[in-house]
C-alpha cells in the first residue's frame, strides 16, 4: 500500500497563492476558508541578515491523526494509503475535529455545514493525476508521492535530502507534508507555525470525561439489578403464581 | 349490587370469585396505543442498533468496535447506515406529532397526563415495597394502584421528558442546525438521554416480557385486555373505578326503569369476604 505525502520546497515558494486559488477553484471552496494557504512567517534577523520565509499549510494526512478520534460519526477516517478523508454523507458538522487537528487545517463549510479540509485531491489521484496545488505551482516548488516507492523523487526529497515536517516533542502525529529550506529558514517556520496541543470542544470534552463514564454506570447498575433478579426468579423455579 | 358495596381496599377472594374474575376482561389498551406501542418498540430496537453502531470514536462509544463494524457491514456503508438512521428518525418523529396532534384529546390529555405521570402517596410507597419484595426482603402487600403502576408511571415520566430531548436534538444533528457548536451539544445530549432511557428500558422490558408476576400486562399490549383477576391483584384502583362506573350506569339503566343488567362478575363486597 501507498503512503502518500507531499514536499514543499520552501526555498522555491515565490507566495503567489496560485496552489490556494487552484484549490479553491476545483474543489468549490467557500470564500474565506482555505483548504490549503500561503503565509509568511515574520521577519527576523538584522539587516543585512534578514530572514522570512513563506509557509504552505494544508491538512499534514496524519500518521496518527487527532481528528480521527475526535469524530464521533466516523466521518473522518484514515484510508489505508494514509490519506484522511471526510464522508461528507456521515459528517454531522460537530466540529469536534476542527478543535483536535494540531494544524488547524479544517474549517466548517458554512454552505454545506459540514466539515472540509484538504485530502491531497483524492479524487485526481485516483484517477492518477497529481494533486491541483502542485500541477499548478508556479515555481514548481511542490512534490507529491509514495513515500513506499523507494526509486521515487519524494522518497529521496524526504529521505536523502533531509526535507522537514513540522513537529514539536509535544506535538507529534506524524504529519506527511515535509518541507525543504535552509536550516535558518525551517528553523522560523517551526517557530513561527508550530503546531497545538489536540483538544476537543466543551461539549467533547464533557462527552468524553463525564457522559459517557456515566451512561455506563446507569445502563450497567439496571442491568445488574435486574439480572440479580432474573437469576432470583430462575432459581425459584417456574410455578404457578396466584394470578 | 349498590356502588357502595364496593370493597375499599382489596379484600382476600374466594376460588369461586378468583375463578370467575379470571374469566372475565377488561379493556386496558386501545388499538391505536397497542400500535404505536409496537412501532415505538421496533423504532427503538432499529435506532439503537444504528445509533450504537454510528458512533466509532473510542473516546465516545458505547458498543464495542466489533458491532460497529458488523452493523456497518449490514449496511454496507456508514453513509447508508446514517440514512436509515435518520429517516427512521423523521418516520418516528412525524408519527408521533400525528399522535400528539390528532391524539390528544383523546389520548394524551386523559390517559397520559392524568394516569401515566401523576404520583400519589401509595405509588411511593408502592415503589419502595416493590423493590423490597423483588431483592426478596419483604413479603409485604403492595398498596393499591390506579390502571399504571408507580414503576410505569416513572418511567413514563421520564420517557415523556427525554423524548423530546432526543427528537430535538436529532433533528439539530440531522440538518445541522444552529452551528457547529449546537451540533456538538445535540450529539452530548441525544446520546445521555437515550442513555437514560436505555437504562429505565432495560427495566421496562423485564418487568414487563420476563417478570412472571405481570405477564398479564405483557399480553395486554397485545389484545389490549386484562383479565379482572389481575386488574383486582395489581391494579386495585383502577378495577374499583370501572367496576364504580359499570354500577352506576346499571343503576341508571334501573331508575329509567330498564331491566338493570347485572355487571359480568361484581366484586366481592366488604360484607361477603372469602
Known sequence: ?243 | MRTDALPLEPVPLSVEQAESMLQSHLKKHQVAIVLLHWFNASVWGLELLTGLALITSPWFRFAPAWLVEMVEGLFGSRANLIRFHVNLGLLWIFVFLVYGVFGFRTFLAREVLQKEIGLDRDDWRWLIVRTLRILGRSQEPLPPQGVYNAGQKLFALAVYSLLPVIMLTGLVMAFQLFGPAAVGWAVVLHFAAVGLVVAGLLIHVYMGAVFPEEKPAFFSMITGEVNEHYAYRHHFKWWREVKQAELEWAERQGAEGRPAETPSSPGPGPTSPA
Not at chain 1, 496524519?62 to 454523507?89: L, Y
Not at chain 1, 485526481?124 to 513515500?147: I, M, N, S, W
Open chain 1, 1 to 243: 500500500m501507498a503512503r502518500y505525502a507531499i514536499v514543499t520546497d520552501l526555498r522555491r515558494c515565490v507566495g503567489c497563492q496560485a496552489c490556494t486559488v487552484a484549490c479553491n477553484a476545483e474543489w468549490d471552496v467557500p470564500a474565506g476558508q482555505a483548504r490549503t494557504h500561503v503565509r509568511a512567517t515574520p521577519l527576523e534577523g538584522a539587516f543585512p541578515r534578514l530572514v522570512q520565509s513563506p509557509f504552505v499549510a494544508q491538512c499534514n494526512q496524519c500518521d496518527r491523526p487527532p481528528c480521527v478520534e475526535a469524530c464521533p460519526s466516523g466521518a473522518t477516517a484514515q484510508r489505508d494509503d494514509g490519506i484522511v478523508s471526510v464522508d461528507r454523507a456521515v459528517c454531522i458538522g460537530c466540529g469536534f475535529c476542527v478543535e483536535a487537528c494540531p494544524y488547524d487545517a479544517r474549517f466548517i463549510d458554512p454552505r454545506r455545514r459540514k466539515v472540509d479540509k484538504c485530502d491531497f485531491c483524492l479524487e485526481r489521484v485516483a484517477h492518477g493525476e497529481q494533486p491541483a496545488c502542485v500541477t499548478t505551482c508556479t515555481a514548481h516548488a511542490k512534490y507529491f508521492g509514495d513515500l513506499e516507492q523507494r526509486d521515487g523523487q519524494v522518497f529521496e526529497l524526504v529521505y536523502g535530502r533531509g526535507a522537514r515536517r513540522l513537529e514539536t516533542p509535544a506535538v507529534a502525529v506524524g504529519p506527511n507534508v515535509y518541507y525543504l529550506g535552509t536550516a535558518q529558514q525551517l528553523d522560523l517556520v517551526q517557530k513561527s507555525f508550530p503546531p497545538r496541543e489536540p483538544r476537543l470542544p466543551a461539549a467533547g470534552e464533557g462527552w468524553r470525561r463525564v457522559v459517557r463514564p456515566l451512561v455506563l454506570a446507569a445502563v450497567g447498575a439496571t442491568f445488574l439489578g435486574q439480572a440479580v433478579a432474573f437469576f432470583n426468579q430462575l432459581a425459584k423455579g417456574e410455578k404457578d403464581f396466584e394470578d
